[in-house]
């Protein structure tokens, strides 16, 4: 019997790829048979993440800084041509976390944070959501965040920015059906990343430690969020679009 969760045959851009969440997005991909074409600006950690995938040789690495939102669709474009085949999908997976309470924000700072999280994503959807580059019944996934749904003291920016995310992917996934194509969030609660240690560097042990108590399963792992992602970019989620999966060890049950 095919397994519904399999992503043989498919070729999925990760971005965010050289840390964290987006790391094991790729090792969860190639475990299950997919093709990753991993991408972030940090050569030697995509290296190290390229070094861990399953049957490397049909990986591939593409380095690229997402801040340079024209270049994205000449990147996309030449991806293609390279390896000779469409995507199957993209897990969106780079971002940046920024803890700065409304009275210190200044709207450089806003505009940087959408532009990595928020437009740089949306880019990504407009290019890859069309039929020279994407095959039908591609997936697209943004990593989102429990933040994108509630307020979070501190976190104006990173919070609108995530949940830009999520109202994009509804809209999205009304335009794009008309190609087959899928376009959900996932938004999880803390995550063990580097990300999460800054957060805990700025908050200091204390106030982490009231944070961590809101999270009935503890805090997450990397690979928590790599199999939501399996899911949404496989057959299994077929009939699934403009959803947000919230994966947070019950974070939000509470709220
Ligand atoms: N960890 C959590 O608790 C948590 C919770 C909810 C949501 N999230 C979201 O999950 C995603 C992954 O976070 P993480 O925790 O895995 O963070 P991370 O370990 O800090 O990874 C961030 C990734 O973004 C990439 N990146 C940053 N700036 C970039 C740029 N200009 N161009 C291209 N890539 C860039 C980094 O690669 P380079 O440095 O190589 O460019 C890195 O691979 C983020 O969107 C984050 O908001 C995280």
Redesign the pocket.
Known sequence: MRDPFSLNNKTILV????????REVAIAISNQGGRAII????EM??NKTYEVLEYKEKHAIEA????NIDGIQAWLTSIVKKYDGKLDGFVH?????MLKPLFLLNHHEIDKIMK??FQAGVELLKHAGNPKISLKGSSFVF?????GMMGEPGALAYCSS?AALISAAKTAAIELARFSYRVNCIA????K????QQYEETLGEEQMEVLKRKFPLGIGE?KDVAASSVFLLSEAARWITGTTLVVDGGYTCGK
């Open positions: 971005t965010g790829a050289s840390s964290g969440i987006g991408s972030g600006r940090d950690e995509l690229y800084d997402l801040m997976c780079a971002g940046m976390s990595l999280n990593i989102s965040s429990v933040a995530k999880p609660g803390m995550v990343t580097p990300m999460l990397p």
